[in-house]
């Protein structure tokens, strides 16, 4: 298919190309993470190095590949599951260091664009608290078109600056959900470490839930609230060990698991899932647990509407 291919660039047209023939939409994106996955560098380096010559074998990989997706099957199974949102999280010093959630929370994503058939570049998903773009940035490598919102002015400007290093387009906000036009429409909300700072989680969880397609998921990390949480995320964090400036969070505003899990009832969402994320001291890690003492995430589905 790509005898005739010498650079980076000119196999990757070829294979677009090839791609958008059969009527792949995502075809150029699929190329991109195809060749980036068998050249073993990232789509912004691909990029950079379009005039590189290609040898044999890489042509020869790049060609078996592309036969896979010619043949319609998934690029998240022909890199395998896991390999794929790897992909996503490269790190490189010019990418945010992934959390834990982050891995579980494109797991999370991709089971649900697996499961109904949808494609990454078509989902619209919404960051609310972006932060530095954490979560945004990994999604935008998939191909998904991302909203980042956030209302400290510090922190866009910081994920702007980072996103343009990565050549990254992603829509980032200054403002709040409060502030959103709840007519806007997504097929994920992300609220990660955001509700325990919001002064009225209902009406936080509603404006969210308002705009999210049916079907569509939210995912919420969060803090529990109990003596373990007092004593670990505020004496520990803030007083102890000072992970976190003094004050950063209010123990009065961390919410339960059964608390939260009403609250999204209230809002029309059905808890799908959930999980603990805690702290192992040995390895100086975070790692996802069946333990939600503390630190803990809760998935939650709009009903889809229902077929006449
Ligand atoms: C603890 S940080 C979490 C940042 C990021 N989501 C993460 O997990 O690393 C909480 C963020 O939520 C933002 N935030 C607080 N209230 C918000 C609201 N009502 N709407 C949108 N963002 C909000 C804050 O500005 C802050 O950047």
Known sequence: MLAATRTIATARYALAEKFSQVGIDSADVDARLLMAHVLGID???????GERALNLDEMKAIDALGE?????????????????????????????VPRPE???????????????????????????????????????RLGAQVIGVDPSATNIAAAKLHADKGHLSIDYRCTTVEQMDVRERFDIVLAMEVV??????GMFLNRCAAMLKPGGLM??????????????????????????????????????PNELELAFERAGLQVTGERGVIYNPFADRWQLSSDMDVNYMLVAERAKEKSK
């Open 196 to 201: 325990e700072h919001v002064s009225d989680i």
């Open 102 to 140: 982050t891995e579980t929370v494109i797991e999370a994503a991709l089971d649900a664009v697996m499961r109904d058939g949808l494609q990454m570049e078509k989902l619209r998903i919404l960051d609310i608290g972006c932060g530095a773009g954490l979560l945004c940035e990994p999604f935008t």
């Open 219 to 256: 995912l919420v990390s969060t803090l529990n609230r109990n003596w373990k949480s007092f004593a670990l995320a505020i004496v520990g964090a803030e007083y102890v060990l000072r992970w976190l400036p003094r004050g950063t969070h209010q123990w009065d505003k961390f919410v339960t």
């Open 68 to 96: 896979r997706r010619l043949k319609r099957e998934p690029v998240a199974r022909i890199f395998g599951r896991k390999e794929f949102w790897n992909l996503s999280l490269q790190v490189s010093p010019a990418v945010l």
């Open 43 to 49: 789509r912004a380096e691909l990029m950079a190095n």
